[in-house]
């Protein structure tokens, strides 16, 4: 199996631009995640789905920030308008139901200027 | 507030010797918890993990062993190698693993030769 993949793997944009990341979790996997990590917070999770559904969006920091899961094998993590206070590195992970750990994709290093 | 507390932002131990990294939490609703390794520029891997039901979980050069009273965690590497010199997440969760995870900041390992 290729493993969580996410892209791009950089992002740099203006401020005030729309960003999309994307994410394509392990094949057969029930549960998804965003996280992001930052010098000052460390990794916290933003929101997971289960089969689709947004499960806890909590995380989510503002209304800026949005994700979809249309389908099993894909996932968006939207940010518009973008901050530089966004800048950070998302990462996607993905668990199977039985599984009790998850799966890390190598993540996308967002830079807001 | 934090809920999952590393203390030490980076550990120097000799090659060979025995590296102990720590853990507290505050969240007595916690049933899972787990350690995961990150390179730079890669996402987390799994590494070992435990549920609250247990006392120590061992895996070859790793072991982790969980102190409930005192909301306390550590994981053993012994011996340590030059390959462990990486971050160290600690990482706990509600839903017996199956929920989003609450990560510690980190430890830097860093294995001497």
């Known amino acids: 199996d290729a493993g969580v993949i996410q892209s791009p793997r950089h992002e740099v944009t203006e401020m005030g631009q729309e960003v999309t990341l994307r994410c394509k979790p392990i094949s057969g996997h029930d549960y998804l995640f965003w996280y992001r990590q930052t010098m000052m917070r460390g990794l916290e999770l933003l929101i997971y789905?289960?089969?689709?559904?947004?499960?806890?969006d909590s995380g989510m920091p503002e209304d800026r920030f949005s994700a979809k899961m249309p389908n099993a094998s894909f996932s968006t993590l939207k940010i518009q308008p973008s901050e530089p206070r966004d800048s950070a590195v998302y990462f996607c992970?993905?668990?199977?139901?039985?599984?009790?750990?998850?799966?890390f994709g190598p993540g996308t290093r967002l830079t807001v200027t | 507030d934090q809920q999952v507390k590393q203390n030490s932002p980076s550990l120097s131990v000799q090659e060979g010797r025995i590296s102990i990294l720590n853990c507290d939490y505050t969240?007595?609703?916690?049933?899972?918890f787990l350690w995961y390794k990150k390179y730079p520029a890669e996402g987390p891997t799994f590494l070992i993990s435990?549920?609250?039901?247990?006392d120590k979980n061992e895996d070859g050069r790793f072991t982790v062993f969980l102190n409930k009273s005192a909301k306390h965690l550590s994981l053993h590497i012994v011996p340590s190698q030059p390959g462990d010199s990486a971050v160290y997440f600690c990482?706990?969760?509600?839903?017996?693993?199956?929920?989003?995870?609450?990560f510690g900041k980190g430890t830097h390992l860093i294995i001497q030769p």
């Open positions: 435990i549920s609250s039901i247990k």
């Open positions: 990482a706990a969760s509600e839903g017996g693993g199956a929920d989003g995870l609450t």
């Open positions: 992970a993905s668990s199977s139901a039985a599984g009790v750990w998850q799966y």
């Open positions: 969240n007595s609703m916690f049933d899972y």
């Open positions: 789905f289960n089969n689709n559904v947004p499960i806890d």
